[in-house]
């Protein structure tokens, strides 16, 4: 073998960590690295990591959202069960209009839950709600302590990749003082610092998001969203947090107060009287063009565009993939949800060769993308 590992994962969010994680599992040696430490410096570390079903209409995206949502909460009970708190989560209508929203939601929610009424949420603390949905089985994650659980299964490098080049053999991978590693396949979990290949038809694009943990002695057993997150009280310890600001660059909106619009909408859920700030944390979560994860082989677009250049205008040739190089990425708000369900499907696909779903699958936008690169440059 000329490689030292069979996969590199590179980004120890929980999306690379349940890759590897899943990987390892299958028997693979297999090496995470990040360029700071474990969920430290992107959406993970943030998140309030909240693990519940999606309501809506029953479109696509739900459907798929739920099927995760259904894999992750048995994935960490059975794997990590120290670091999900089954409390239920409350899915609140921000107003009337929402009130009547989610009456139509109602045929669609094929998870356990059922209605909850004002008058039932008010012993639970909570106030100003209009009838609501409680999952039982829905419930909140310690993020980072999960991910350092995850991580310290797997052998880890802090390791910046600068480079990512293949010898035809295997991947290799360089950091800026020409430190190298080497593996036959590679998973880009980056999440929105996604800048080794040219990916841009994938539409991987950062939101701004901000959580306060607050200490309080407040009796609230179960989590709630409404617009915002707020968690049950666990240890002592309340999480309110939400990812809203749409942007390339880090959080400048909040002014440096990004809890105070949180901590107001809080107020209004529940009594935070007695709230005392432990920590702010802010990080970006990355969402695809069509809001559904990436998961799959990653398209040469270079490649493509030289030698197929009726591509920008609408033809449709065979794509041309990298070599055992794969993408995981795009979990959105619900990175948490979705990732022990994507890493057991890339696992399946590397180790036993099953196909990816195609709902997943990153080709989906590479035409689309081509059509409109191509309209826009003539
Ligand atoms: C405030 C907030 C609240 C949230 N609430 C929830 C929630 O309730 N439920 C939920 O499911 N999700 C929630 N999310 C979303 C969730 O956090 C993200 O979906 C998830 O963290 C994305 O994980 P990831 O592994 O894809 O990316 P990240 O966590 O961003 O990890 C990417 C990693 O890649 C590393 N990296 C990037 N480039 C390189 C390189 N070249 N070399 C080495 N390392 C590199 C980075 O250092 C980083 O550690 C929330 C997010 C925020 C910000």
């Given at each position: 073998?000329?490689?030292?590992?069979?996969?590199?994962?590179i980004?120890?969010?929980?999306?690379?960590?349940?890759?590897?994680f899943?990987l390892?599992?299958?028997?693979?040696?297999?090496?995470?690295?990040?360029?700071?430490r474990?969920?430290?410096?992107?959406?993970?570390?943030?998140?309030?990591?909240?693990?519940?079903?999606?309501i809506?209409?029953?479109?696509?995206?739900?459907?798929?959202?739920?099927?995760?949502?259904?894999?992750?909460k048995?994935?960490y009970?059975r794997?990590?069960?120290?670091?999900?708190?089954?409390?239920?989560?409350?899915?609140?209508?921000?107003d009337?209009e929402?009130?009547?929203?989610?009456?139509?939601?109602e045929p669609?929610?094929?998870?356990?839950?059922?209605?909850?009424?004002?008058?039932?949420?008010q012993?639970?603390?909570?106030?100003?709600?209009?009838?609501?949905?409680?999952?039982?089985?829905?419930?909140v994650?310690?993020?980072?302590?999960?991910?350092?659980?995850?991580?310290?299964?797997?052998?880890?490098?802090?390791?910046?990749?600068?480079?990512?080049?293949?010898?035809?053999?295997?991947?290799?991978?360089?950091?800026?003082?020409h430190?190298?590693?080497?593996?036959?396949?590679?998973?880009?979990?980056?999440?929105?610092?996604?800048d080794?290949?040219?990916?841009?038809?994938?539409?991987v694009?950062?939101?701004?998001?901000?959580?306060?943990d607050?200490?309080?002695?407040?009796?609230l057993?179960?989590?709630m969203?409404?617009?915002i997150?707020?968690?049950?009280?666990?240890?002592?310890?309340?999480?309110?947090?939400?990812t809203?600001?749409?942007?390339?660059?880090p959080?400048?909106?909040?002014d440096?107060?990004?809890?105070?619009?949180?901590?107001?909408?809080?107020s209004?859920?529940v009594?935070?009287?007695?709230?005392?700030?432990k920590?702010?944390?802010c990080?970006?979560?990355?969402?695809?063009?069509?809001?559904?994860?990436l998961?799959?082989?990653?398209?040469?677009?270079?490649?493509?565009?030289?030698?197929?250049?009726?591509v920008?205008r609408?033809?449709n040739?065979?794509?041309k993939h990298?070599?055992?190089?794969?993408?995981?990425?795009?979990?959105?708000?619900?990175?948490?949800?979705?990732?022990?369900?994507?890493?057991?499907?890339?696992?399946?696909?590397?180790?036993?060769?099953?196909?990816?779903?195609?709902?997943v699958?990153?080709?989906?936008?590479?035409?689309k993308?081509?059509?409109?690169?191509?309209?826009?440059?003539?």
């Amino acid at each position: 073998m000329s490689y030292s590992y069979d996969t590199i994962v590179i980004g120890a969010g929980i999306a690379g960590c349940c890759a590897a994680f899943s990987l390892q599992q299958k028997g693979q040696n297999v090496l995470l690295v990040d360029r700071s430490r474990v969920a430290a410096s992107g959406g993970s570390g943030a998140a309030g990591a909240f693990v519940s079903p999606k309501i809506g209409k029953g479109g696509p995206l739900q459907v798929l959202t739920n099927e995760a949502f259904s894999f992750a909460k048995d994935f960490y009970l059975r794997h990590f069960p120290s670091y999900f708190h089954q409390t239920g989560v409350i899915r609140i209508p921000k107003d009337a209009e929402d009130a009547e929203k989610f009456k139509l939601y109602e045929p669609f929610n094929t998870e356990n839950y059922r209605t909850i009424s004002p008058e039932e949420l008010q012993p639970l603390g909570i106030n100003n709600a209009q009838e609501s949905f409680l999952f039982d089985e829905a419930g909140v994650c310690d993020a980072p302590e999960l991910c350092n659980a995850i991580f310290h299964e797997i052998p880890f490098k802090q390791f910046d990749a600068e480079s990512l080049e293949h010898d035809g053999q295997k991947w290799i991978l360089l950091n800026r003082e020409h430190l190298m590693l080497s593996s036959k396949n590679v998973i880009l979990a980056t999440g929105h610092q996604n800048d080794l290949f040219d990916m841009r038809y994938m539409g991987v694009r950062g939101t701004w998001g901000s959580r306060g943990d607050y200490y309080s002695g407040l009796e609230l057993n179960v989590s709630m969203h409404k617009s915002i997150s707020v968690s049950a009280n666990i240890g002592g310890i309340i999480k309110i947090g939400a990812t809203h600001v749409k942007s390339k660059e880090p959080c400048m909106v909040c002014d440096g107060e990004p809890l105070k619009g949180l901590f107001r909408k809080a107020s209004e859920m529940v009594d935070t009287s007695d709230f005392r700030l432990k920590e702010t944390f802010c990080g970006m979560r990355s969402g695809s063009k069509d809001y559904v994860p990436l998961l799959g082989k990653v398209v040469n677009t270079a490649y493509m565009i030289e030698h197929h250049p009726k591509v920008l205008r609408g033809a449709n040739p065979p794509l041309k993939h990298f070599e055992n190089l794969y993408i995981c990425n795009g979990v959105g708000g619900r990175g948490f949800v979705f990732a022990p369900l994507l890493a057991a499907w890339l696992a399946e696909y590397i180790v036993d060769g099953k196909e990816i779903d195609t709902r997943v699958n990153p080709d989906r936008l590479f035409l689309k993308w081509a059509r409109k690169e191509g309209a826009s440059s003539s």
